[in-house]
C-alpha cells in the first residue's frame, strides 16, 4: 500500500513540474474525528426479543495524502488526490432489556478526492480563503471489530475476516474549507476543515445482533487538514 501511495505522489509531482502554471501538488496530513449513524434505531424480531441501536459519540483517527490542484484561472481549480484515512466509529446494541453493548469499528480506508476548488483573492498579503465541494470514492482495505481483525462463528467453522463483512466500496459527499498562505517561492501553507459524509451502507452481511433486520452504518468524518502546496 505505502509503495502504491508513493508511485501517486512522484506521478503528480511530475505532473506539476511539466505543467507548473497550471497544476500545483500538495502533500497533507489530516487528524480526524470519526462517528457513524445507525438506522433503524430499533427491531423487533418477537414479542420477547427486539434490539436497539445508537451511535456512541466520536472517535479521533489520522490521515495522510497527497493532492494535485488544476487551475482553471486564478479563482477556480479542480482538484483531485490520493488519501489513506485510519477512521474509527462505535455504536450500542441492546437486546431486550440486556445491558448495553458497544461494538468499535476501525478501518483503514483508500481515499481517491474529486472537487472543485473556488479560491478568492488576496484578503490579505499571501493570503487566499477557499471552499471546495466534491465527491469521495472509499475503498475499505482494512478492518477490525472491538479490536479483533477477524472472527469464528463457532467452533469448527473457518474464521473470518471483519473486512468480508462490510461493504469494500463507499461514496462521500465532501465539503471543504480554509486558507492558502504563501510563504516564499510559491510554496503555500494550507489549513482548512473537510467533512465527509457517507453515503452507503457500510454493512454487508448481518451478523448474531442484527439479523433479520434491515440494520445499516453510515460513517461521517471531519478532518483537520494541515498541508504545503508546491
Not at 445507525?38 to 490521515?63: C, H, L, M, Q
Not at 499571501?126 to 467452533?155: E, H, M
Not at 494550507?190 to 448474531?208: E, F, K, P, W
Request: include cysteine; hydrophobic fraction near 40%; proline fraction near 3%.
Amino acid at each position: 500500500m505505502k509503495s502504491k501511495i508513493c508511485i501517486v505522489a512522484l506521478a503528480i509531482a511530475c505532473l506539476a513540474q511539466a505543467q507548473e502554471n497550471e497544476l500545483k501538488f500538495g502533500l497533507k496530513v489530516f487528524p480526524t474525528i470519526g462517528w457513524s449513524r445507525v438506522s433503524p434505531d430499533s427491531y423487533s424480531v418477537s414479542s420477547t426479543e427486539n434490539y436497539t441501536f445508537k451511535s456512541d459519540g466520536a472517535k479521533v483517527g489520522i490521515g495522510f495524502g497527497v493532492f494535485a490542484d488544476y487551475y482553471l484561472n486564478q479563482n477556480v481549480a479542480f482538484t483531485f488526490g490520493l488519501n489513506y484515512i485510519f477512521s474509527s466509529s462505535t455504536y450500542l446494541i441492546k437486546k431486550s432489556n440486556v445491558e448495553e453493548i458497544n461494538r468499535k469499528f476501525d478501518t483503514q480506508i483508500l481515499q481517491i478526492p474529486l472537487g472543485i476548488k473556488l479560491i478568492s483573492n488576496e484578503v490579505v498579503d499571501n493570503l487566499k480563503l477557499y471552499v471546495s465541494p466534491g465527491l469521495g470514492i472509499n475503498f475499505l482495505t482494512a478492518a477490525s471489530v472491538d479490536g479483533r481483525p477477524s472472527f469464528q462463528k463457532s467452533v469448527g467453522q473457518p474464521v473470518t475476516r471483519y473486512n468480508s463483512e462490510l461493504n469494500l466500496i463507499d461514496l462521500s459527499v465532501m465539503g471543504s474549507g480554509g486558507m492558502e498562505y504563501e510563504l516564499a517561492n510559491e510554496m503555500k501553507l494550507v489549513i482548512g476543515i473537510t467533512y465527509m459524509h457517507g453515503l452507503l451502507n457500510a454493512n454487508r452481511v448481518s451478523n448474531d445482533y442484527i439479523k433479520n433486520s434491515d440494520f445499516t452504518l453510515k460513517n461521517n468524518i471531519l478532518c483537520l487538514d494541515l498541508g504545503l502546496k508546491f
